[in-house]
C-alpha cells in the first residue's frame, strides 16, 4: 500500500471494469477512500467489496451518469461520511464507432451524455464540494482521439475534444479556488469496452504504429491519472496529457 493519497476521498465514474477500475484500485493502492460509480448496482457493488477485500474503504453508487442528480448522490455521501471531497475523475464514457450517415439520435444522445454532460456535472459537482474541503483535483478521461481524425468515429472525436476544452475553461475558473483540472488522454488500451468496438485487424494496425510497439495496459492510464489527482502535480492544471505510447505524435 502507498501513501501518494492517503486520507483523500474520490469518486470515479465508470469505476466499475476497465480504466474505471483500475484507477479505484490505484486510488485505493495508495491510501485513498474511494467511491465506484458505475450505471450498474451490481458491476459498482462488486467492484466496491473486491477493494474492501483487499483492506480499501470503498463504496458503491448506481446511477446514470447524463443525470446531475447522479453525481449530488455519490458525492453528497461522502461529503457526509468523511467531511470532505477531494478527488473526482470523471472517466465514464459509451461508445460506438460508424459511418456519419448511420448516426442515430439514440446513439448522439447517449455519447455525449455519458461521455460530455456527465464531465459538466461531475466537474460542477465535485469543485462545489471540493471548495468546501479547501481545494481538490478534478481528472477527466479524454482521448488522443481529441486530438486526431478516427475513421468513422466523428462523435467520439468530438465528444473527447469537448472533454478537452471543458478541462481548460474550468481549470481557470477553478484555479482561485485551489482547485486542479486536467485530462488524462490514452491512445488504445486493452480494455472489455476496445474489444467491442475494435477488430484484431484494427488492433494489428495500432501495435504496428505505435512507437513503443504496444498497446497501452489498464495500469498505464491509472498511474497518469493518480500523478494528476496526487500532490504531486501541485502546480500541474488545464494540462491535457497524452498516454499514448507516441502515437498521436507519430501520426502528425
Known amino acids: 500500500m502507498g501513501t501518494r ?4 476521498v474520490a469518486l470515479v465514474t465508470g469505476g466499475a471494469q476497465g480504466i474505471g477500475r483500475g484507477i479505484c484500485e490505484r486510488f485505493a493502492a495508495e491510501g485513498a477512500v474511494v467511491g465506484v460509480l458505475d450505471i450498474k448496482a451490481d458491476n459498482a457493488e462488486r467492484a466496491a467489496q473486491a477493494l474492501r477485500e483487499q483492506g480499501a474503504q470503498a463504496f458503491a453508487y448506481a446511477g446514470d451518469v447524463a443525470q446531475r442528480a447522479t453525481f449530488e448522490a455519490a458525492v453528497g455521501d461522502l461529503e457526509r461520511r468523511f467531511g470532505r471531497f477531494d478527488i473526482m475523475v ?4 459509451w461508445v460506438r464507432y460508424g459511418p456519419i450517415d448511420a448516426i442515430t439520435p439514440e446513439v448522439l444522445a447517449r455519447m455525449t451524455g455519458t461521455g460530455f454532460h456527465s464531465v459538466v456535472w461531475g466537474i460542477q459537482v465535485g469543485a462545489a464540494a471540493m471548495a468546501r474541503s479547501g481545494g481538490g483535483a478534478i481528472v477527466n478521461i479524454a482521448s ?5 481524425g478516427i475513421p468513422s468515429g466523428m462523435v467520439y472525436c468530438g465528444v473527447k475534444a469537448g472533454v478537452l476544452g471543458l478541462t481548460r475553461s474550468s481549470a481557470v475558473d477553478l484555479g482561485p479556488k485551489n482547485i486542479r483540472v486536467n485530462a488524462v488522454c490514452p491512445g488504445s488500451v486493452a480494455t472489455e469496452g ?4 475494435v477488430t484484431p485487424d484494427m488492433e494489428a494496425k495500432r501495435v504496428a504504429r505505435a512507437p513503443l510497439g504496444r498497446i497501452g495496459a489498464v495500469g498505464d492510464i491509472a498511474s497518469a491519472v493518480c500523478f494528476l489527482a496526487s500532490d504531486e502535480s501541485s502546480f500541474v492544471t488545464g494540462e491535457s496529457l497524452l498516454v499514448d505510447g507516441g502515437v498521436t505524435h507519430a501520426l502528425l
Not at 470523471?90 to 464514457?93: V, Y
Open 5 to 8: 493519497l492517503n486520507g483523500k
Open 144 to 148: 488522443a482521439a481529441g486530438f486526431l
Open 90 to 93: 470523471n472517466n465514464a464514457a
Open 194 to 197: 476496445v474489444s467491442i468496438n
